[in-house]
């Protein structure tokens, strides 16, 4: 951890820094694209985050979710024991598609990047789908450890995985073709970290054959430095299984470390561990109290991570790890911490999901369900998998859009005047608190104009346009006011084609049609704004 001497010197540190954040999505407020969130397996979002245990919504999968989704506009995609990687609606937890992996399980987290979703199934299989059919684009059978659960990095068009017959591999993001192989010994089957020009991959090793961390040079796979835990710790071996590491300047030094934990194999030693990311040094190592298979999260100078003895810690990665607090849950912590809005949110063995004050370790909410798997923060609301085959999304409002009826019936004709019968529910999910200032706001497409705004159970609704005249667009505001803890409210509206500029009575053509871009629906919660959005509806127009 040199001190930065050349300004020259800063701007370079400055650019790997930046390489560091890794940050799959531009839209680092909405979306969570990996495992932990970004490249550099931070467990940091912008987002803002659920202040109560208030239940979105709930879908039920077809066996355990022990992944982590990843979650990239408006869609969430898991995967299940079942064999099946599902695409769900983050908005609403309806499904959209499912992709069975043949029938072998899934416990690799995916990645979604540029309109595809990568994931790994237990047989050693990688996989790239279409982001929006689920459709296969092409699959790379990489080999097979019995271990293979590592969640796959995608950077500058290429991803990497690791697989537990001893690889790590490098494979054209676009058409599967594998551009390198490196074999590190014993059996990876970590998430894997991209940053500064590195792939990091730990090592499930069973003894000190096989180094416990390798950093490979991002483009060639040389091995840029191996870290082994038994040469600073006696012989004792210190196993990465199945966790990932972090890579952050997390002592704002102007140099970036790794942070990770271990398990011990074969003696005791202390299981968080920060290294020097340009020469895989160990900096410092402190006990936790038990053994850790967390990815730790890193923000503002903490390192947040889960141990075996029940314990959420927060760590100063200014003072060599010295513990600032720790929370006692009442199961080892196997979950990877998320951190958004300043909150820690983690689960543990207990079936329990903590949400934590960033700075204080007091308990803000917790809730229970068979809750195992790593939390991921998107667009205000908190998702994780439980070992029930649920999918579980917390956050305090929603709004869904449902289409009644069309008439006359389908099909929907090309140049017929239809009629779409719409309502609109929002709902407070928290059954302890109320909502206050609640507004609803929707816009329709310039085919369509709203005929008809009914009297809604609650508040009052206008209906207003702008734009040309022969082609308004309307907009739909409707002013819900408060809606008490665990109320709905709902609101019915008319809406038909319209006849455009040319005189035509739309739909002018077939295809896929949206009736509106999504209720938006916002409101003060423990005096916070919280929001939703519905998904869009669409309907199949055909020629007459």
Known sequence: MKKILFPILAVVLALAMVMA??????????????????????????????????????YQTGGSVYS??????GKLYIGAIDGKLYALSANSGSLL??????????????????????????????????AVTGDMIWSQFLGNGGWDWSSPAVSKGYVF????????????????????????????????????????????????????LVALNETTGAVVWTYNYSAYHGG????????????????SDGD?????????????????????????????????????????????????????????????????????????????VWGSPAVADGKVFVTS??????????TTGDLVWKHTSHLIGSPAVADGRVFVGGSDGKVYAFGPISVDKELLSVEPPDPILVGQNTVFFL??????????????????????????????????????????????????????????????????ATLTIQVSTDINPAEKQEYTSTGTHYLNSGATAKGIFLGEQVSATSDPISVEVVAG
């Open 97 to 130: 598609w499912s992709f069975a992996a043949d029938s072998s399980p899934i416990r690799s987290s995916p990645a979604a990047a540029d309109g595809k979703v990568y994931f790994l199934d237990e047989s050693g299989v990688l996989y790239a789908l279409d």
């Open 21 to 58: 954040a890794g940050l799959a999505s531009a839209d680092g407020d909405k979306d969570w694209p990996m495992f932990h969130h970004d490249l550099a397996l931070s467990g940091y979002t912008t987002s803002d985050a659920p202040d109560t245990d208030a239940v979105a919504w709930i």
């Open 256 to 332: 970036l470390d790794v942070y990770f934990g271990v398990y011990n194999w074969g003696g005791v030693g202390p299981q968080a561990v920060c290294l020097d990311e340009a020469t895989g040094t160990e900096n410092w190592a402190v006990s936790i109290g038990g053994d850790s298979t967390s990815t730790p999260a890193v923000h503002d100078g903490v390192v947040f991570i889960g141990s075996d003895d029940g314990k959420v810690y927060a760590l100063d990665a200014t003072d060599n790890g010295a513990e600032l607090w720790s929370y006692q849950t009442g199961g080892a």
């Open 349 to 358: 063995l207990d079936n329990w999901v903590y949400a934590l004050d960033e």
């Open 236 to 251: 004792v071996t210190g196993m990465i299984n199945c966790n990932g590491v972090a890579v952050a300047d997390g002592d």
């Open 161 to 212: 995985i690791a697989t537990s017959n001893g690889f790590v591999h490098k494979l054209n993001a676009a058409t599967g073709v594998v551009q390198w192989s490196k074999a590190i010994g014993a059996q990876p089957n970590s998430p894997i970290a991209v940053a500064n020009g590195k792939v990091y991959s730990g090592n499930h090793n069973f003894d000190n054959s096989a180094p416990t």
């Open 68 to 73: 982590s989704p990843a979650i990239v506009d």
């Open 423 to 488: 309502k609109i529910t929002v709902t407070n999910n928290d059954l302890n608190n109320p909502m206050t200032n609640v507004m609803v706001t929707d816009r329709f497409g310039a085919d369509l104009e709203v005929d008809e705004v009914g009297i809604p159970s609650q508040g009052t609704a206008t209906n207003t346009t702008s734009g040309a005249k022969k082609s308004p667009q309307y907009r739909l505001s409707w002013n819900v006011g408060t809606l008490a803890a665990g109320a709905s």
